[in-house]
């Protein structure tokens, strides 16, 4: 077990867990929910066409994540998007433990005050099962990038897997966080009916 523990998961364990138990009514604490993963993706369509770019991309998500990413590839060939059987088509990188809570804490502390006309994240992004996705227009705002060695502005799309079982809990968990979520008043109510 490692002497370094991550300033969102020591804030965690402190005082988020006995705050959402008490929020949310539950009695056994092994129950509140929690963080289990962040997956991060960028689509790259045109990967295949140019391989600089695509590298680049790799090297740029790597330096963001703090972890080595990997190239996806397609599945199947589809001719309507002139995509061939085993072409890249994105990018991903898949967080855990102690680099998941800190590329947590730099995008709620760094990165999201600098996107651009920023009134907080959509809260039409939980899936039904305590699992919340958003999207970003620009790879820039994150401090690891140097502006000026961008070949290509892209997008990636962040999924935060947690343990709650429904949209409330997981929505209560990321605004406990500090996630900058828009207000929501149909997530404020427990629906668990």
Do not use: C, W
């Amino acid at each position: 077990m490692p002497d370094y523990i991550p300033r969102l998961l020591d804030n965690y364990n402190s005082k988020i867990k006995t705050e959402l138990s008490n929020v949310l009514g539950i009695s056994n604490i092994m129950r509140v929910p929690k963080l289990l993963k962040i997956s991060i993706n960028i689509g790259f369509g045109q990967a295949r066409l140019n391989e600089n770019q695509l590298k680049a991309a790799v090297q740029e998500l790597s330096n963001i994540a703090g972890q080595k990413a990997v190239i996806t590839k397609s599945k199947k060939a589809i001719s309507n998007f002139k995509i061939r059987e085993n072409d890249p088509v994105g990018i991903k990188v898949t967080l855990r433990s102690i680099k998941m809570y800190e590329f947590l804490d730099r995008f709620i502390s760094i990165a999201s005050p600098r996107i651009r006309d920023f009134r907080g994240l959509s809260s039409n992004g939980f899936d039904g099962r305590g699992n919340y996705n958003f999207g970003i227009t620009e790879q820039i705002i994150f401090p690891e990038i140097d502006y000026d060695k961008v070949k290509r502005v892209s997008g990636m799309n962040i999924t935060v897997v947690t343990s709650a079982n429904t949209d409330h809990e997981a929505y209560k968990l990321l605004l406990a966080f500090g996630l900058p979520i828009k207000e929501s008043k149909k997530l404020e109510k427990n629906n668990d009916k």
